[in-house]
């Protein structure tokens, strides 16, 4: 004779059938944690694609390169993300000569090649986990130009 009645025995299946659907979708998707960076990153990339955005306004405007961030937050109607959505610290932007400049932020996962497109398909945000800089180039001589 069992121990168990149906029911007890109907309810342990249901825990374990649970359980087992709990652990497959963790396997499947990663824990929350990972998830939750993959977000950050993808925060990430989408702060430094209107960061380029916005340059290449600044420059169509101003035929030249802002010196720095706050330069291009002064501009009327510019929203610049200027900081990590995670840590806070400020994304690194420098110019590098008239019309290149660099973009830095410090990823916390390596990009795959199935993560979502960000504002400009033909810019490469591929990056590694860590500090990751982008070098990005604008015409200024001709970006008004025909």
């Known amino acids: 004779m069992s121990r168990w009645s149906a029911g007890q025995r109907l309810a342990a299946a ?26 950050l990153d ?5 702060d430094l694609a209107a960061i380029e955005e916005l340059v290449a306004g600044f420059v169509r405007v101003h035929h030249r390169l802002p010196v720095d961030l706050a330069a291009l937050s002064e501009e009327p109607g510019y929203a610049v993300p200027r900081n990590d959505p995670e ?15 660099r ?4 990823f916390a996962t390596r990009s795959t090649r199935d993560g979502p497109v960000v504002f400009a398909p033909d810019r490469n945000w591929s990056h590694n986990a860590g500090l990751q800089c982008f070098n ?5 001589a001709t970006v008004n130009k025909p």
Not at 103 to 106: I, K, Y
Not at 136 to 140: I, S
């Open 14 to 39: 249901a825990v374990v059938a649970v359980a087992v659907a709990l652990i497959a979708g963790i396997l499947a998707v990663g824990p929350p944690s990972a998830q939750r960076a993959k977000k």
């Open 42 to 46: 993808e925060a990430r990339r989408a």
């Open 87 to 101: 840590s806070g610290k400020p994304y690194e932007y420098a110019v590098l000569n008239p019309d290149t400049y």
């Open 103 to 106: 973009l830095c932020a410090d």
């Open 136 to 140: 990005r180039h604008v015409d200024v």
